[in-house]
């Protein structure tokens, strides 16, 4: 194991993100890594851990990710923002656009994303993002935050189930990305992000999340977190992130959890 302690110099506000990083061999998951950091007390603000390859990656919703050897960047980072919870909504889908700035700067490609924060090129996954909260004693709750991008995986690498749905960088850009150029530019572009939902100044990313969310406009079904499937169509994107629906029978909700799948 390695660990670094970062300091950054000349730049107008200090790093939060990425202060501490903890760049392992092996893990189970990074999430749970994370967890176990912050239940022994010592997880400060803005820790990232990157790990080579997770032997018990997690998805949403129970799900396994797959997670070989060098083919994926498998990070997370741990955040403790002192805000309410319902200014923390957001945060999802903001590491989705962070996650699509990371790649653009690393290989002049933007994904699109899929509400809240499925990464998708030619219409295949190529990164997944699993947010989770943890208490803390006497404390609001920490995020953490799991972010998996397939980047270097050939088809064959996936098992036949995932490969149906997901790709990777190199696959759909037909170039080789660097891990460690794209690791650096994910945790810069957390960074931001971290500092734009403490400052509560999200107009600029809820336009770019717009621009860049595919959901919008289309008939889709949202899978609800208590299992009930609904078909709707995908209106907008409100100020808290939250997909704007309307329903068969013309009615208007907003749904602010669960996945959608676009027909
Ligand atoms: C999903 O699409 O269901 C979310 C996948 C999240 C995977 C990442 S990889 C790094 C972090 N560690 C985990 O165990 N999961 C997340």
């Known amino acids: 194991m390695t660990e670094l302690e970062i300091y950054p110099s000349g730049s107008a506000r200090p790093a939060l993100v990425g202060r501490k990083l903890l760049c392992l061999e092996e893990t189970d998951s990074t999430?749970?890594?994370l967890k176990r950091l912050s239940a022994s007390g010592s997880a400060d603000d803005g820790t990232v851990v990157i790990a080579s390859r997770q032997t018990a990656g997690r998805g949403r919703r129970g799900r396994s990710f797959e997670s070989p050897e060098g083919l994926g960047l498998y990070l997370s980072v741990l955040l403790r923002p002192m805000l309410s919870p319902e200014r923390l909504l957001p945060v999802t889908a903001l590491t989705g656009t962070a996650v699509c700035n990371a790649i653009e700067a690393v290989s002049d490609f933007r994904?699109?994303?899929k509400w809240p924060n499925d990464?998708?090129?030619n219409g295949k996954k190529i990164c997944g993002i699993l947010a989770e909260t943890v208490p803390i004693a006497g404390e609001p709750p920490?995020?953490?935050i799991g972010i998996g991008v397939n980047v270097l995986h050939r088809p064959e690498d996936f098992s036949p189930a995932v490969r149906e749905i997901a790709s990777s960088l190199f696959h759909e850009l037909g170039q080789p990305i660097s891990q460690p150029a794209l690791a650096a530019a994910e945790i810069a572009a957390l960074d931001e992000m971290y500092h734009?939902?403490?400052?509560?100044k999200l107009g600029a990313w809820l336009e770019t999340y717009r621009r860049d969310c595919i959901t919008l406009g289309r008939e889709v079904q949202i899978l609800h977190n208590n299992g009930e499937r609904?078909?709707?169509t995908a209106l907008d994107i409100d100020e808290q992130f939250g997909l704007i629906v309307r329903r068969p029978d013309g009615t208007r909700t907003?749904?602010?959890s669960g996945e959608v799948s676009i027909r």
């Open 119 to 121: 990464l998708l090129l």
């Open 196 to 200: 734009v939902l403490l400052s509560g």
């Open 230 to 232: 609904e078909q709707v």
């Open 142 to 144: 920490a995020l953490i």
């Open 111 to 113: 994904p699109n994303l």
């Open 254 to 256: 907003v749904v602010r």
């Open 31 to 33: 999430n749970t890594y």
